[in-house]
């Protein structure tokens, strides 16, 4: 039986030559994906909420997945509606989403993994939403190396994408390189097996299943199609020319400076030189030079033109031409605009994009650097929002939901938040305006832990105060350090965050650091099928817990041996056999009774 990697490695191999495959209904009967799945979903916190039925990743065993198979390899199996709960955003109105059944996200975490590694070769290199080694900053980052000189933004948004996706048109994009109908009736059967809201079924007509672990991807192929048609038909058709006519204006003056320097008349070479840096030195409204860039995440896209704001115009009326009539999708009027690149900021991704302009900034060679180049920066109503959280009236205030934490999760809850926001702003080049965020924080931080603590934020100050040495300097930061018994200490601070901007730094994200090293010890452990309590062999299960914090019963001396094995292991797992499992599930569990059972039944 070929390992799971093997498989995808092939199918990524016929995805980069671009050819279809087939028998891909086959591939899921391969038990190794699904331990490749349930290894990625089962720490996600939403695998121990149940959706329309109890079941969640508690419970996990080799018994459940046969099951699966056996199901898909009589085609038995049937997806189980989504129970629907609704989120809410921004703006202040809430989003539907769906939870499926444990059981629905191991299959599709299985499809996904195929579908990513068969299209993710042949995807745009202009989308990056929802898609490996890709995010937010690295969409924002190709708009600084393509966006300069960009004279009119198009800040695209699709109304309702997700909801309005065409059922037909997704199965006829997947049927153009999958030629295998039972794996597309099988994807059929998901899109139209409806959500469970208030406890009564509904149908789904459109879209893609909200919350679903496939949605992604399946959303990303219908939308490739858009990315396609603006590489091929709208790119070549707005681009033209090699580089700008040099613009008569400048001509006429560098060219009388230099005459006048030949003369001898240096006084008036040197005005003539100010006048001509006031001017473009190229022709701004050069008919035979057009540039067209393009950038999508998600549903939101950005489009830069280098033309007049007629041809940007007519760019965005044929991408609204394009979504009704191929993919049956609308923009929305009310997100979507033309903004001069210049004069007003685009908004994309929580940032403001604008063109910078300065004729008095030079670099060391005398030549005007900054202009045209594209500027992030953030917005202050992202600064003001962030601040609202911990002021009232207009000052900083202490969060009482907070007080009753220890002094050590206090800050830590502080720095988490401050320090979020400034990774993501920190190709922002006005990143400094964040120091107002950092100190309306740390005003809240220091009441919050005088209110705790019953003293003045004075005293507070006096004995967390202190500086670190970081990598980007030294930092004046609030400092607290647990003690623990033959153990090292717990230190966690707030501030310390670097707030220059540098727009070549790497993003600091844990995801990059993760490396895939085969199976994960959870599945290894499934794999020894053997309980780590009692030391059965048959009917082995996955005991799944939210947090380890749910088993630290304080101010109880005798906690069950289940309990005091994961602790002691730090995870919030525990492989044990049906018989041990129900009697943890139902409190009835005496490790040392059990283990004297199974002692004498083995006699």
Same mark, same amino acid.
């Given at each position: 039986?070929?390992?799971?990697?093997?498989?995808?490695?092939?199918?990524?191999?016929?995805?980069?030559?671009?050819?279809?495959?087939?028998?891909?209904?086959?591939?899921?009967?391969?038990?190794?994906?699904?331990?490749?799945?349930?290894?990625?979903?089962?720490?996600?916190?939403?695998?121990?909420?149940?959706?329309?039925?109890?079941?969640?990743?508690?419970?996990?065993?080799?018994?459940?997945?046969?099951?699966?198979?056996?199901?898909?390899?009589?085609?038995?199996?049937?997806?189980?509606?989504?129970?629907?709960?609704?989120?809410?955003?921004?703006?202040?109105?809430?989003?539907?989403?769906?939870?499926?059944?444990?059981?629905?996200?191991?299959?599709?975490?299985?499809?996904?993994?195929?579908?990513?590694?068969?299209?993710?070769?042949? *995807?745009? @290199?202009?989308?990056?939403?929802?898609?490996?080694? &890709?995010?937010? #900053? $690295?969409? /924002?980052?190709? +708009?600084? %190396?393509?966006?300069?000189?960009?004279?009119? *933004?198009? @800040?695209?948004?699709?109304?309702?994408?997700?909801? &309005?996706?065409? #059922? $037909?048109? /997704?199965?006829? +994009?997947? %049927?153009?390189?999958?030629?295998?109908?039972? *794996?597309?009736?099988?994807?059929?059967?998901?899109?139209?097996?409806?959500?469970?809201?208030?406890?009564?079924?509904?149908?789904?007509?459109?879209?893609?299943?909200?919350?679903?672990?496939?949605?992604?991807?399946?959303?990303?192929?219908?939308?490739?199609?858009?990315?396609?048609?603006?590489?091929?038909?709208?790119?070549?058709?707005?681009?033209?020319?090699?580089?700008?006519?040099?613009?008569?204006?400048?001509?006429?003056?560098?060219?009388?400076?230099?005459?006048?320097?030949?003369?001898?008349?240096?006084?008036?070479?040197?005005?003539?030189?100010?006048?001509?840096?006031?001017?473009?030195?190229?022709?701004?409204?050069?008919?035979?030079?057009?540039?067209?860039?393009?950038?999508?995440?998600?549903?939101?896209?950005?489009?830069?033109?280098?033309?007049?704001?007629?041809?940007?115009?007519?760019?965005?009326?044929?991408?609204?031409?394009?979504?009704?009539?191929?993919?049956?999708?609308?923009?929305?009027?009310?997100?979507?605009?033309?903004?001069?690149?210049?004069?007003?900021?685009?908004?994309?991704?929580?940032?403001?994009?604008?063109?910078?302009?300065?004729?008095?900034?030079?670099?060391?060679?005398?030549?005007?650097?900054?202009?045209?180049?594209?500027?992030?920066?953030?917005?202050?109503?992202?600064?003001?929002?962030?601040?609202?959280?911990?002021?009232?009236?207009?000052?900083?205030?202490?969060?009482?939901?907070?007080?009753?934490?220890?002094?050590?999760?206090?800050?830590?809850?502080?720095?988490?938040?401050?320090?979020?926001?400034?990774?993501?702003?920190?190709?922002?080049?006005?990143?400094?305006?964040?120091?107002?965020?950092?100190?309306?924080?740390?005003?809240?931080?220091?009441?919050?832990?005088?209110?705790?603590?019953?003293?003045?934020?004075?005293?507070?100050?006096?004995?967390?105060?202190?500086?670190?040495?970081?990598?980007?300097?030294?930092?004046?930061?609030?400092?607290?350090?647990?003690?623990?018994?033959?153990?090292?200490?717990?230190?966690?601070?707030?501030?310390?965050?670097?707030?220059?901007?540098?727009?070549?730094?790497?993003?600091?994200?844990?995801?990059?650091?993760?490396?895939?090293?085969?199976?994960?010890?959870?599945?290894?452990?499934?794999?020894?099928?053997?309980?780590?309590?009692?030391?059965?062999?048959?009917?082995?299960?996955?005991?799944?817990?939210?947090?380890?914090?749910?088993?630290?019963?304080?101010?109880?001396?005798?906690?069950?041996?289940?309990?005091?094995?994961?602790?002691?292991?730090?995870?919030?797992?525990?492989?044990?056999?049906?018989?041990?499992?129900?009697?943890?599930?139902?409190?009835?569990?005496?490790?040392?009774?059990?283990?004297?059972?199974?002692?004498?039944?083995?006699?």
């Amino acid at each position: 039986m070929r390992t799971a990697e093997t498989i995808l490695n092939i199918i990524r191999r016929r995805g980069q030559r671009r050819l279809p495959i087939e028998n891909v209904y086959r591939l899921l009967y391969n038990p190794d994906l699904y331990l490749r799945a349930y290894a990625k979903l089962n720490s996600n916190a939403g695998a121990m909420t149940p959706g329309a039925t109890k079941e969640t990743v508690d419970g996990m065993s080799l018994e459940k997945i046969n099951a699966i198979i056996d199901a898909l390899r009589y085609e038995r199996y049937r997806w189980t509606p989504a129970r629907r709960t609704y989120i809410p955003k921004k703006n202040g109105k809430l989003r539907p989403l769906g939870i499926p059944s444990w059981s629905d996200k191991l299959l599709q975490e299985v499809i996904r993994s195929i579908l990513e590694a068969y299209y993710e070769p042949q *995807f745009s @290199e202009h989308s990056h939403g929802f898609r490996p080694k &890709r995010g937010c #900053h $690295t969409a /924002l980052k190709e +708009i600084t %190396q393509k966006g300069r000189a960009t004279k009119w *933004f198009i @800040e695209g948004d699709i109304s309702a994408c997700f909801d &309005r996706i065409d #059922h $037909t048109i /997704l199965l006829k +994009i997947l %049927q153009e390189k999958i030629h295998d109908n039972r *794996f597309i009736r099988l994807i059929k059967g998901l899109l139209d097996a409806g959500y469970l809201e208030n406890w009564k079924y509904n149908s789904t007509y459109s879209g893609v299943p909200q919350g679903a672990v496939v949605s992604p991807i399946l959303s990303n192929l219908v939308l490739d199609k858009l990315d396609k048609y603006v590489e091929r038909e709208l790119i070549p058709a707005n681009t033209r020319g090699l580089r700008r006519s040099v613009y008569p204006p400048y001509r006429d003056l560098t060219k009388a400076a230099s005459i006048a320097r030949k003369a001898g008349n240096l006084e008036e070479a040197r005005k003539l030189n100010q006048q001509a840096q006031l001017i473009p030195s190229r022709d701004p409204n050069d008919p035979n030079f057009r540039r067209l860039w393009y950038t999508r995440y998600a549903d939101d896209f950005l489009l830069g033109v280098v033309g007049s704001k007629s041809e940007a115009v007519e760019i965005k009326q044929k991408i609204a031409t394009f979504l009704r009539d191929e993919l049956k999708l609308e923009l929305s009027d009310f997100k979507t605009l033309i903004s001069h690149a210049r004069d007003e900021a685009a908004k994309f991704l929580g940032y403001e994009i604008h063109i910078l302009h300065a004729d008095d900034k030079h670099d060391h060679r005398g030549q005007r650097c900054i202009n045209g180049s594209v500027g992030l920066r953030v917005p202050k109503s992202v600064i003001k929002d962030h601040c609202a959280k911990y002021m009232h009236s207009g000052k900083p205030i202490h969060l009482t939901q907070r007080v009753n934490d220890d002094t050590y999760s206090i800050v830590s809850q502080y720095q988490a938040e401050y320090r979020g926001v400034v990774q993501y702003y920190r190709m922002a080049y006005n990143l400094h305006t964040l120091s107002k965020l950092k100190r309306v924080a740390e005003l809240s931080l220091v009441k919050t832990l005088a209110k705790k603590l019953k003293t003045t934020c004075q005293k507070i100050y006096k004995r967390y105060h202190t500086t670190i040495d970081t990598k980007d300097g030294i930092y004046k930061v609030l400092k607290v350090l647990v003690e623990r018994d033959e153990k090292p200490p717990l230190i966690t601070y707030f501030g310390g965050v670097c707030l220059r901007w540098n727009k070549w730094v790497e993003i600091d994200d844990n995801q990059a650091n993760h490396i895939w090293n085969g199976r994960s010890e959870v599945v290894q452990r499934l794999l020894a099928q053997e309980c780590e309590i009692c030391g059965a062999t048959d009917n082995i299960e996955v005991h799944h817990i939210r947090k380890l914090a749910d088993i630290k019963q304080k101010g109880c001396k005798e906690r069950p041996e289940w309990m005091i094995k994961m602790s002691a292991r730090k995870r919030k797992t525990l492989v044990v056999c049906r018989q041990c499992h129900e009697k943890i599930q139902y409190g009835r569990y005496d490790g040392e009774t059990l283990k004297r059972k199974n002692y004498w039944k083995a006699k």
